[in-house]
Every structure is written in structure tokens, then in C-alpha cells.
């Protein structure tokens, strides 16, 4: 990796605003270095911590190995404050924690769970009933229910699919994925992060109740897998431990249940157009519109327990204790199942390790930061962006006080083996300054990446920084590839490409320093 093949710059004016140019070079970039990066990566992402489900083991004993490690780095504790008993003056203190304790619910099927499709037409009634995990199967939302509703096709789902539609109180029938020749629909990552922003679309646009039917049913996503034992790791990469969690809430949760079904079932609800799956998507055009004389009863009921989770939340204070940069990334990932240990390397070890290591290297510093610096290791970002969606409406520090988010999530694999220095920056559009200390320092420091501007007023994205956004604050992110081996038990050590993981830690660490040291 070449670092010093520009002279260097002491003081630089660009785009109106002036940044000093303190060379970090000899000292502090030998905090960020690759055997670093490996040797916390190699615990975090090992069998150990069997792949830090949320409110499991192996996230708890990940939590505590981050805690220590921002200890051991200097961090000071940015959690809750919790009382702790002191033996020197035998009594009780109050103190901060490197943890933000909270609860969430876990929620399942529970043992009745019913389908039926009820067509009319000719003074006859007709109900059709189908069998759980076998035509379909539940993502219940508690306390479950009962629901009666028409239906509406919006074909893939997407925002423009539900123009002049009118959804609310229905349910709406939808294919899974992205239309043929989007270049991402056979993409996993994009896959799951796609599902997470269509499932918010139909929420706001409040509907009874989603229905969704996978176009291509080799993956068999809506049936049970019987012989799961005996499936390949890259065969069984959608499947994870399955659990749902979700933050409690103080009234019943009106968010619409998921029903993931077959194409038998998909096409008997659209037996009275005339029309099946295979035709709607051989089609350059989709039909939209509500299925006439079809009623979907849907009855639910749910499991929930609670459970115990945490994030890790250290702090480096600045001369300016009112001005505070969260730097977040999720520990989390999808667990084991059926044998298999999901380690999550890059996704998201890669990201955590990156902001533990931002802690050290900061703290190394001869001169204390004029803004404070939050390191915020998230719990649940699996299950819905749940830790970060925590704090930010539970925040540890002022949430006015914090000017900007900076997230990690999956810094450590090329977008292809050709494109070994490609990334995405992701920020928000108001900021402008983000833009230009990327410039600057990729051209002081000779930090070879090449970098895909995306500025935007509501930055995109399914990972942590969008809860920021949604509190109005800014946010900037560097996003290398996705490789076939997310969400699979592939995603090891062995596949981390660690140049663009330290290039992407350094130029972050830069470009932090100009944050924390400027007004913007």
C-alpha cells in the first residue's frame, strides 16, 4: 500500500475553507496497522463468539472482548450509569458503564397460524385454506391477530409501484426481489437490504399486511428446509437462526405481519385475472391494481419473551464537551443454525474492529481533540437497525450535541478483484466539507482509493447511520464491495482483503482529525 507519494502540505485552502495540515504519518498511522486489524478481528470474528446473535452468547461475550479493548485503549465509558459497590468505602457508587443496557422482545410464530384465500363471484363464496411452512410462512408482528382485507398487486414493491394505489388497510401482494435487469437481483446483499426498505415503504404507506412470492423458488424461501444438514454452506445463505426481535413498544404494534408464500398460493390469488407470477414477470410491464372478488384472512398468534442486550459505548473528550462525532458500527450478525457458524468477518467484524481501532489511534494523539469523539459498537442492526435506533431516541449524550454520524459497516472486501480501491462515500448532500477533506487527504496522503461520490439530502442504506438520519444529523460512510459470501458461514477471516479495510481506517482517522479539529 503506498502512503507517501505526495509531498506533503502544510496548510491547504480548498473550497473556501482552510484545514491544517498536521502530518499524522510517522506516529499515529502505526496504530492503524494491518497486524492490529488482524489480531482483534481474528477473536472477534472467530468460533468463539458463534456468530454474536443478538441476545445471545457468543454477542455477549463479544461485547464484553470490545468493552476491554476500548478500555485498554483509553476510551473512558460512555454507557449507562449504573451503580457499583466500593469496597474502600463500603458503599454504593454511581459510575458510568461502557454499556447501554436495554430490552428487547423476541418474537415467533406461536402455534395457530392460519391462511385463506375467499373468492365471491357468481352468488358463491369460496374459501381456500393452505398449510403453514409448507405454502406459507409467518414473520408475525406482536400481539399477532386476525386480520379480513382485500389485497392489492404492486408488483416488486418499490415506491413508484404504489402510485395512485390506494393500499391503506389492504393487503398488498408483491414480488420478491428486484425486476430482471437491474443488474441486483440476484444479489444477496442487495437482496436483504432491498427487503428491509420495501417493508418500510409498505409500513408507511399503512397496509393490513404484506404478501410476498419469490418469482424464482429454487431458494424455497417460504418452506421449511428439511434436509438442511446436508446443504452447503453458499446453498443455506439465507437462512439464519430466524429469530425476530424488535424494541417494545407502550401500544400494540399496528406494523403490518409478513407472509412469505408459494407461487401456488400467489397465483390462486390471481386466478380471477387471468394472469400468473410467470406471466407478470416474463412482461416488461406490470400490472398494478386491487385482485377484484379476493379477500385474504390471515390469523396470527405470537410467542414473545424478553431478552437483555447491549451496546458498547466508549468516549475520548474534547476540549469542546458540546460538540460530539459518533463513530458506530454494528458488532452484531446472524448467529448459527443447524451446525453452522455464521462468523460475520466482514460483516461486520471488519466495521467494529475499524472503530476500536479509530479509539486507539485517536487517543495516541499528543493533543486532546476539540470536539469529543463517541465510539458506538451497535447490538441488533440484524434485526432492524435496533441498537442504533435505541440510542439515538435514548441517547447517553445530548442528541443536539452530536454533529455527525460516521458509520462502518463491511470496509473489507473489493467490490471486485479488478477494482481493488473502489469504494462508495455515502453523505449527507449539506455537507459539502465531507467531501473535500476526503479529497484533500486521499491527495496529502497518497492513500490509494477511489472513491464514488453519492451525496444525498436523505442518505440511502439498510445499515446504523440511517437512524441518524432520520434525527436530522449528518452522516458519511465508505463502502467497499459485498462478495458472495455475505450472510454465509464463508464470510471468515481468510476472505478479508486487509489493504482496503487499513486504507479505508486511515483515511477515516484523517478525515475525523478535520472534523473534530474544524468549524463546518
Not at 21 to 34: L, V
Not at 357 to 384: N, S
Request: avoid cysteine; glycine fraction near 8%.
Amino acid at each position: 500500500m503506498k502512503l507517501l507519494s505526495r509531498p506533503l502540505l502544510f496548510v491547504l485552502l480548498i473550497s473556501g475553507f482552510s484545514v491544517s495540515a498536521q502530518d499524522y504519518r510517522e506516529k499515529d498511522f502505526k496504530m492503524i496497522t494491518e497486524d492490529a486489524l488482524k489480531a482483534q478481528l481474528g477473536f472477534l470474528a472467530s468460533d468463539w463468539t458463534e456468530g454474536r446473535e443478538t441476545g445471545e452468547r457468543g454477542a455477549f461475550l463479544a461485547a464484553d472482548y470490545i468493552a476491554s479493548m476500548l478500555q485498554l485503549f483509553g476510551a473512558k465509558p460512555a454507557g449507562d450509569i449504573v451503580n457499583v459497590y466500593d469496597p474502600a468505602t463500603r458503599s454504593i457508587q454511581q459510575q458510568r458503564s461502557y454499556f447501554q443496557t436495554f430490552t428487547l422482545e423476541s418474537i415467533n410464530p406461536g402455534e395457530e397460524q392460519d391462511l385463506s384465500i375467499l373468492t365471491s363471484g357468481d352468488g358463491i363464496e369460496r374459501s381456500i385454506s393452505f398449510d403453514y411452512l409448507t405454502d406459507f410462512r409467518v414473520n408475525p408482528n406482536y400481539p399477532g391477530g386476525d386480520i379480513k382485507a382485500a389485497v392489492v398487486f404492486v408488483g416488486y414493491g418499490n415506491e413508484e409501484d404504489y402510485k395512485n394505489e390506494d393500499v391503506k388497510d389492504k393487503f398488498v401482494l408483491r414480488l420478491a426481489g428486484q425486476a430482471p435487469g437491474s443488474g441486483d437481483e440476484n444479489d444477496p446483499y442487495s437482496r436483504y437490504r432491498l427487503d428491509r426498505e420495501k417493508d418500510m415503504i409498505a409500513n408507511e404507506k399503512g397496509v393490513a399486511g404484506i404478501i410476498e412470492t419469490d418469482p424464482d423458488e429454487s431458494s424455497i424461501r417460504w418452506a421449511e428446509i428439511k434436509d438442511f444438514m446436508n446443504m452447503s454452506p453458499s446453498e443455506n445463505r439465507r437462512y439464519s437462526s430466524g429469530q425476530r426481535l424488535a424494541i417494545p413498544r407502550d401500544k400494540a404494534n399496528s406494523n403490518p405481519s409478513k407472509v412469505i408464500v408459494s407461487q401456488r398460493v400467489a397465483n390462486t390469488i390471481l386466478s380471477g385475472t387471468g394472469l400468473e407470477i410467470d406471466d407478470l414477470v416474463k412482461g416488461n410491464e406490470i400490472r398494478h391494481g386491487t385482485i377484484k372478488n379476493i379477500t385474504i384472512h390471515l390469523k396470527t398468534s405470537v410467542k414473545s419473551t424478553q431478552v437483555k442486550v447491549r451496546n458498547v459505548l466508549g468516549m475520548i473528550e474534547g476540549k469542546n464537551k458540546d460538540e460530539i462525532i459518533v463513530l458506530g458500527a454494528h458488532y452484531d450478525h446472524i448467529g448459527m443454525n443447524a451446525g453452522y457458524i455464521n462468523n460475520g468477518a466482514d460483516d461486520n467484524g471488519s466495521g467494529t474492529v475499524g472503530v476500536v481501532t479509530l479509539a486507539r489511534a485517536i487517543q495516541a494523539l499528543d493533543e486532546q481533540p476539540e470536539k469529543t469523539i463517541v465510539f458506538a459498537l451497535w447490538t441488533g442492526e440484524e434485526k432492524g437497525l435496533l441498537g442504533s435506533r435505541y440510542f439515538v431516541d435514548n441517547p447517553t449524550v445530548p442528541l443536539k450535541n452530536i454533529k455527525a454520524n460516521v458509520n462502518f459497516d463491511m470496509i473489507s472486501r473489493y467490490v471486485s478483484d479488478d477494482q481493488p480501491n473502489k469504494v462508495t462515500m455515502t453523505y449527507t448532500a449539506s455537507k459539502e466539507f465531507f467531501k473535500d477533506i476526503t479529497i484533500k487527504n486521499l491527495e496529502m496522503y497518497g492513500i490509494e482509493i477511489d472513491p464514488d461520490y453519492q451525496a444525498s439530502d436523505n442518505p440511502p442504506g439498510g445499515s446504523d447511520h440511517r437512524s441518524f438520519v432520520s434525527k436530522g444529523i449528518p452522516i458519511m460512510r465508505f463502502k467497499p464491495g459485498h462478495r458472495e459470501e455475505y450472510h454465509t458461514p464463508e464470510d471468515e477471516v481468510s476472505t478479508i482483503d486487509w489493504d482496503i479495510m487499513q486504507k479505508i481506517v486511515m483515511l477515516s482517522f484523517l478525515n475525523i482529525m478535520d472534523m473534530a479539529n474544524t468549524d463546518w
